[in-house]
Each structure stands twice: as structure tokens, then as C-alpha cells.
């Protein structure tokens, strides 16, 4: 009903108790000492009687809106101490998101921010040991995080942003040290003020066994299946940089050519605990600086797409259940390549990966507890006349509570190996002169309490950027991230 309706009909009662207050009469009988008499009431007030019927009616609106409003906060309270919905387990299974947050809030709206610092040096080899640039380093992030269900209850619907600053001038140290060609810093970046670098809605039906998410995204942003990150490319040990391995070839697969953030969708299928499906599609030429929308609808159809398909077993042991996944994949890559053999375009680069990890042994029979030991392993195969890594491992471990006392403790080893490809170069003579770089490290994260988190870091980088003159580099790091 419009709000010119309600007045006429508001107006109409009105009148309406005018009239027949106007025409009612009645008489009082009382009496007064010893006599009695009878006499007729005076009429009463048509107006005090209008407005007792329009207030009546306001009164009875407000008591009905009154007990809905008490019914949908009883559900969400309800709600609120129940388990964790779809969305919730998609945007804290996934690490790095929410740092500092085990759970979100039972309100449905949950707000992160995180400082990551970071100091780094090459102490030996590399390019230069002198450069001091971009030595010290560091980013802030904001994050948000909508849960529909919960708000508003709105059954499988979430939305999820996240915003980042760089405060270097120069990045990291990587281009003036060492000359990785795969990065010994993946938090480093050129100074931005604040970027919206994710915005993106997420539904899920039939239980969550369908998701579909869209919007400006991470192509690898990942979900959750059977208590893992799944979906593309992602990892329970090896997955963020923020709290994980600093170097970008343990964070990821150096041989799949992933694009920024930017406008894509991703279809999610897990109908049951232990296998799911996924495919994605996201602009090959976004630039996270931007809102993609340019990119996406304006420029050359070029597009990014992946398929990924996994086991999620969770294994038995005296101690519980021991977490697992195991994916493969296919992306494919729709931008115009130039072949490194004879410069001619070609589009629709494909190739294929691997990715597993597996929680070997846990510290107690606790399942909220993640103490214990993982293992992770990536590979991946790349066209090596269209992409300078043709093949790519990596592998590595994860200790979490090592030292008795410090539960939330992780000591991380791991090691990655990016082969060159023979062709780069092959038409300017600006090719590889090695055959491959060999990246090593060693991290303790130490929490220093809930909020605050300390890692010291060494890495060792064999034959960096593929060059013969560029002898083995050591690095030293230090990272400190405060999150809320």
C-alpha cells in the first residue's frame, strides 16, 4: 500500500468514528442520598473518539511489527550460537584471510584489520649485498565480511571486500638484491595509499552444496571441503604469505600465469564431504589497482579460466581425524602470446598442476586443535615456448606446537624449483643462462599473543633469476603482523 493510500484510508476511519460517535447517545442512572433520578450523558467529544480509533489502530500495527521484529532476533540469536555457516567456513578456511580470527562475529559482520612489517637483507650473493633498497617494507589491510543469514537471515548469501596499502617507496629487495624470479617477499609492493583489491558476493544452495561466487575476486581466493582449502591452486601449509613462507614460489604455483584480482565468477560443487568441482573465469588483463570493470568489458575478450577437482579425506589416527587434499587442474590462459621460437601469436596457452597437502601426525585428540605435523607438495607444466617456467615443484613441512607452551607456534620448512624454459630468448638473444632456480626456507612464527604474531625468516636462492652471474644469495627477514 502507497503512503497516499494509507492517509486516505487513516482519514476514511476517521470520519467513519465521527459519524457514529456523533449519533450515539446514553443515558446514567445514580443516585444521591435518598433520591434518584435519571438523566441523559452529554454527547461525547467526536474528535477524542477519532483519535482513540486512529490510535487504537497504530498501537495494534506497532505490537505486530513489534513481535516480528522479537521472532527475527530470537532466530538470529539462535543462529548466533549455532554452527558455522557456509560462508563462514569459506572465508576462514582460506589462510590469510582474517588473520587473528578464529571465528567470526556471531553478529554476521565481521571486520579485520592487519599490519604486516617486514625487514629483510642479502647477507651474501645474489646481485648486490650494499643496496639497500626496500629493506624495510610492509602493508595494511582491511577486510569485511557480510554474512547474509545471520543479518538478515538470508539462507547461503555472503559478501566479502578487502582493501590493501603498501608504505614502501621502492618494494622489497628482490630487484636491488637479489634477483629472484620467483620473490623473496610476497607482501612487498610500490606505495598505494589503499586499493579495493577484492568485492564480491558469494551464494550457496542446497545445502552449500552448490556455491557460486562473482564479483571482483582472487582467482585463487579458495573455499572449504571436508575441512580444507580447496579451489585454485590454494593450501592448508603453503598458501599466505602473511603468515606462512615469504618466498612467492612456496605461496603458489610459479608455473600457472594466475592474473590479478579482478571482474570473474567461480562455480563451487561439493555435494559431499569428501570430493568437489570447481570452475573459474576471470579477466586475463585486470589490473587490482583498478575496479576491472575497463579491463573486463571494454578492452579484448581475454580471459583467464581454470578447472580444479579434489579428494578431501580426512584420514583416521589414534588422536582424530587427520586432514587432507588432494587437487589437480587445468587453466587455460586467453590472451595472445608471442612464441618464443618464431614471435608468432598464439592464444589459449593450457596448462596443467597438482597440489596436496596432508596433516601426517597430531598432538592431541583435540579437533579444534591444529597442533601437529603437514606436509605439502605442488607441480605444475606449462608451455615452455609461451612461458619462461616450463615445469615447477614444490614441497615442504609444517610443525605447529613444537615447543611445549607454545601451542600457536608454527616452524615451516619448505623448498621450490622453477625449470627455465630452453626457448626464452630464443629470438633476442635475452634468454636464461641457468637452468632452473632452486628457492630454500625456514620460518618460526611465534605468537606473542592473540593479536601479534613474530617470524624470523632465512632464505637460500641457487642460481637467482636463471643468471650465471648472479652467484647464490642468502636472506635474512623479519616479520612482525598485528592483527585485529
Not at 513489534?66 to 539462535?78: F, S
Not at 598464439?346 to 601437529?372: A, F, H, L, W
Request: hydrophobic content about 40%.
Amino acid at each position: 500500500m502507497s503512503k497516499d493510500m494509507k492517509i486516505l484510508f487513516i482519514v476514511f476511519l476517521a470520519g467513519f468514528g465521527v459519524v457514529c460517535f456523533a449519533e450515539t447517545e446514553a443515558t446514567v442512572s445514580a443516585s444521591q442520598d435518598e433520591d434518584q433520578f435519571a438523566y441523559a450523558a452529554p454527547p461525547p467529544d467526536p474528535l477524542e473518539e477519532s483519535l482513540n480509533v486512529v490510535t487504537g489502530i497504530a498501537e495494534g500495527s506497532f505490537n505486530v511489527v513489534a513481535e516480528a521484529a522479537e521472532g527475527t532476533a530470537k532466530a538470529i540469536v539462535e543462529l548466533a550460537g549455532g554452527a558455522a555457516t557456509t560462508f563462514e567456513r569459506d572465508i576462514l578456511t582460506m589462510p590469510g584471510r582474517f588473520l587473528g580470527k578464529d571465528v567470526v562475529s556471531a553478529t554476521g559482520l565481521t571486520v579485520g584489520v592487519t599490519s604486516v612489517n617486514i625487514y629483510q637483507q642479502n647477507m651474501r650473493g645474489g646481485t648486490s649485498t650494499k643496496n639497500k633498497r626496500g629493506r624495510f617494507n610492509g602493508l595494511y589491510t582491511l577486510e569485511v565480511g557480510a554474512d547474509f543469514e545471520r543479518l538478515f537471515g538470508l539462507e547461503g548469501i555472503g559478501f566479502y571486500a578487502a582493501a590493501e596499502g603498501y608504505w614502501s617507496r621502492t618494494g622489497d629487495i628482490d630487484g636491488a638484491s637479489v634477483g629472484s624470479a620467483f620473490g623473496v617477499n610476497g607482501q612487498a609492493g610500490a606505495r598505494r595509499s589503499l586499493d579495493v583489491l577484492e568485492a564480491w558476493f558469494e551464494g550457496s544452495l542446497f545445502d552449500g552444496a552448490v556455491r557460486l561466487r562473482a564479483g571482483k575476486l582472487d582467482i585463487a581466493g579458495g573455499f572449504e571441503s571436508g575441512g580444507s582449502p580447496v579451489a585454485f591452486d590454494v593450501g592448508t601449509y603453503a598458501g599466505d604469505t602473511a603468515s606462512q613462507f615469504l618466498n612467492t614460489g612456496l605461496e603458489s604455483n610459479a608455473g600457472i600465469p594466475f592474473p590479478d584480482e579482478g571482474i570473474g565468477a567461480v562455480l563451487f560443487y561439493n555435494p559431499v564431504d569428501w570430493w568437489y568441482g570447481a570452475v573459474g573465469v576471470v579477466d586475463a588483463q585486470t589490473d587490482n589497482r583498478e575496479t576491472g570493470l575497463r579491463t573486463a568489458f571494454y578492452d579484448e575478450d581475454y580471459f583467464f579460466y581454470v578447472f580444479e577437482t579434489g579428494l578431501t579425506p580426512q584420514l583416521n589416527s589414534k588422536k582424530g581425524p587427520l586432514a587432507g587434499a588432494y587437487r589437480v587442474g587445468l587453466w587455460v590462459d586467453g590472451q595472445d602470446k608471442a612464441r618464443f621460437t618464431n614471435g608468432k601469436n598464439y592464444r589459449d596457452d593450457t596448462g596443467v598442476y597438482v597440489s596436496c597437502d596432508q596433516m601426517i601426525r597430531k598432538e592431541n585428540d583435540d579437533p579444534e586443535d591444529s597442533q601437529g605435523v603437514g606436509a605439502f607438495f605442488r607441480w605444475g607444466y606449462a608451455n615452455s615456448d609461451l612461458n619462461e617456467i616450463g615445469n615447477f615443484w614444490s614441497f615442504g613441512f609444517q610443525y605447529q606446537g613444537l615447543v611445549d607452551g607454545c601451542d600457536d607456534d608454527v616452524l615451516g620448512l619448505g623448498m621450490a624449483r622453477g625449470i627455465f624454459s630452453d626457448h626464452s630468448g630464443a629470438n633476442d638473444g635475452d634468454g636464461y643462462t641457468e637452468h632452473a632456480e632452486t628457492a630454500y626456507e625456514v620460518y618460526y612464527s611465534a605468537a606473542i599473543n592473540d593479536s601479534w604474531t613474530l617470524s624470523p625468516t632465512l632464505q637460500y636462492i641457487a642460481d637467482p633469476g636463471g643468471t650465471k652471474g648472479a652467484s647464490d644469495a642468502v636472506v635474512f627477514g623479519i616479520r612482525a603482523v598485528v592483527a585485529f
